[in-house]
């Protein structure tokens, strides 16, 4: 049968919302096309009931079976040099058809550095459309299309797994994750740490990035003026406020949300980068409590 | 230490400006070299960095046919560049302003059996002369890193910084051509594409929707 890896990223020890929502994505294309979801987890050294802990709340979110390789190497921050050759293993080992990575930099770390190296197709912040064969409407012949906007939104880049002879690496927009989907259990497969016979960075300093929010985000909101102090903090943690007279930071040009709220009286102009929007993302414009409505 | 940094043909990207702006930073220490693969010799790329102060040398690998390649051919000839110069540092844009993904920089750095690292926000010669410290965004965390040369470094998009970079007299650019790189043209085979295809953009309108509506609509990003 064939497989889809789900990559998962840990902050703070816990699983991101992005890294439950590739799951579910890969859940959802699995469903469809018939195939075995594989969750990769990449720890540093961490006792069993650590392990399980996050494996339970990965296989939660979807998945069938549990990858986990743990480190010293893998403690830091995920980086092609630490992490990349685990990668390459997996997909060795597995030939997959797709492996996801989710929203919030570290696609763009490890996504394009293994396509390379496997000879993948790559997508960059993409969306996932199930698309039915017209002569076949049965569940197991729908077509798995990946698609992501060009920077100028005049067009949109498709990839459809089934055209391709070889795997599709992607990095998924920030999407909501249902609330469950699998069994809070799944059988863990431990991976060695491929050796290596290279020195590897070491690590001198760390500090919390406080602008790393809005690579996890799944809606933006965006306003030419703020919000007041009652409603910035009534936000949920997975929206992340926009200034219009912000420049482009970053870690704003990371984020990738599925939903953009514009507070009006606004417009979206060269300040906010619409090219990161997903696909199949929502423009929403909120009227101010003074408009009447149309 | 020679720096090369990596300009795409026939505009800089903001990232690829991000990343001349970051190797300009190592000027007093190392020698920076910018490289263009195709295109013009007046290509804006290459007028940014010949009017570049902190750059020593401009370099432009001539071919008509690298103005048809593919993103793995790119990083091959950029990669055989690097080596020819024996760069220990290698620093590009993330990726271009219309359609990068950074897959360029990753078959540089696979080609040129080079570590990678992205999102890179300073960068500095470390005490000994084998190593870099590099400063980058990764996983929640501003994190510094001791890491040993040879290293390609990608800058993410940041703001048009071209009037901060300091100015200097106009200097010549230098052919490379790809035959003083070993490369032979015919090796250049167009390849599978790995991109996909183009298609129209779907005609979309913002949906209006009151404060109430919003306010219920946010609450699903718990």
Partial sequence: MASIVAYIE???????????????????VADAAGATVYALLTVGPLGQAQIDQLASEVSAAGADRILCSSAD??????????HGPLLAQVAEHLRPVLLLFPAGGVGAELGPPLAVRIGAAYLANASIELVAEERAPDLSSQRVVLTRWRAARDGQRQVDVGDLERPVVASLACGIAPASL??????????????????GP??????????????????????????DGDARTALPAGAALVVASETISPALAAASPMELFLLSPAAPDETLPLSLLAPDAAVLRVRAKHEVPP | MIVLVCLESPAPSRASRAALALACTLATDAQVVAVSAGGSVASHSLDLARTCAPVSRVLQIEDPALDQADFLTTGMVLAEAARHLEAGLVIAGERSDHEGQGLVPAALAHHLHARLISRVQSVRLAATPDAIEVTLRAGGKICTLACPVPLVLTTPPGPNIAAELPVGASRAVDSLPLAQLGLD???????????GTLVPAPGKRPREMTWEEAAAALLHHR
């Fill in chain 1, 10 to 28: 840990l902050r703070e020890g816990a699983v991101t919302r992005p890294s439950r929502y590739a799951v579910a994505e890969a859940r959802r």
């Fill in chain 1, 73 to 82: 190497a893998l403690a830091g921050p995920p980086l092609d040099t630490t």
């Fill in chain 1, 182 to 199: 699998g069994e809070p259990y799944a059988e863990v497969e431990m991976l060695p740490y491929p050796e290596s016979s290279h020195a």
């Fill in chain 1, 202 to 227: 070491s690590l001198l300093a760390s500090k919390t990035d406080d602008a790393a929010g809005l690579e996890l985000c799944s809606a933006l909101v965006w306003s030419r003026s703020g919000l």
């Fill in chain 2, 185 to 195: 043209t015919s090796r250049l085979v167009p390849r599978p594409n790995l991109l």
